[in-house]
């Protein structure tokens, strides 16, 4: 039987006995998302890349850790989250310009987004765009929240806040969201 046909319970058992052919497999399966959600936080996509590769590589480092080994996925995201708020704030004790402020940019019409549905695909473009003009931890909060889909008592732990000041920060970040879409449309 082929390492793409086994499911992950499989690919973790093989991982743990070290078979690199495995961790490669799993490496396809979840490198796609965990690009993704790792952009979403640092937004600059060599450190996404950077960050993906490390979590993977202390996932599988850590992987004796794992007591159940049906919820990896969301272990790996986790892990990748973590990292990736981790390098966020380090990264933004440099109060830098972004090039593309400066300069003229062609747009890439690709934000790791699929553009299959091209009326979908400009309204969460817009929703995006938006939400890149919010403070930081408006930012980071509306993506856990709205886009990675953790709740307010995962949202407090991560971003190491109260849940009351949480609830509040998703709120505001919400409304905020809102008024400046109708201001859009």
Sequence with gaps: MTLT???????????????????????NRYYKAMYNVSLRIVKDSFEAEDIMQ????????????????????????????????YHYKKNSKYNN?????VIYKVED????????????NLKVNQVLETMKEFKENYQICLNLHLIEGYD?????????ISHANCRTMISRAKDSLRKKLELVA
């Design 109 to 120: 019409t690709n934000d790791g987004i699929d553009s299959q549905h091209e009326f979908t």
């Design 152 to 160: 307010y008592e995962e949202i407090c732990e991560i971003m190491n």
């Design 54 to 85: 490390d979590s993977f590589l202390m996932a599988f480092t850590k992987l004796d850790s794992l007591k159940d080994v049906k919820i990896f996925g969301a272990w790996l995201k986790r892990i990748v989250i973590n990292n990736s708020i």
């Design 5 to 27: 046909k086994l499911n992950i319970e499989q690919l973790i058992e093989l991982c743990k006995s070290g078979k690199q052919s495995a961790q490669l497999e799993v490496y």
């Design 97 to 101: 310009v972004p090039l593309d402020d």
